[in-house]
């Protein structure tokens, strides 16, 4: 499964971005997506998950209300809608897919096969 991720960019404190995880994969509904990010000189952490029925979503916890995941199958595409950046938000973006990850392994990196190759998200304050 190839993803690309897109819609990074540079914004301000405050602003909102949309990031896209794309792919061509006709199975792309039966996966679990997962976006995380890394910060420099940070380790990567997750973002927030959606799982392939779209009927539960997941967030870390400092994330919640500001970041919305969601997926249109339809379009093979997941999205990470990021409202009300920070300057703490700047980081690159990855989203990453899983046909086997289980409920109590969702925020972890090592879960996940397939990768995007990242997106540049910076918020200047």
């Known amino acids: 499964v190839q993803l690309q991720a897109s819609g990074g960019g540079l914004v301000q404190a405050g602003d909102s971005l949309r990031l896209s995880c794309a792919t061509s994969?006709?199975?792309?509904?039966?996966?679990?997506v997962a976006w995380f990010r890394q910060a420099p000189g940070k380790e990567r952490e997750f973002v927030a998950a959606i799982r392939w029925n779209a009927r539960n979503t997941h967030y870390a916890d400092s994330l919640k209300g500001r970041f919305t995941v969601s997926r249109d199958n339809t379009e093979n595409t997941v999205y990470l809608q990021m409202n009300s950046l920070k300057s703490d938000d700047t980081a690159v973006y990855y989203c990453?897919?899983?046909?086997?990850?289980?409920?109590?392994?969702?925020?972890?990196?090592?879960?996940?096969?397939?990768w995007g190759q990242g997106t540049l998200v910076t918020v200047s304050s």
């Open positions: 990453a897919a899983s046909a086997t990850v289980i409920l109590s392994n969702l925020r972890v990196p090592s879960a996940y096969g397939f």
């Open positions: 994969e006709r199975t792309f509904r039966g996966y679990s």
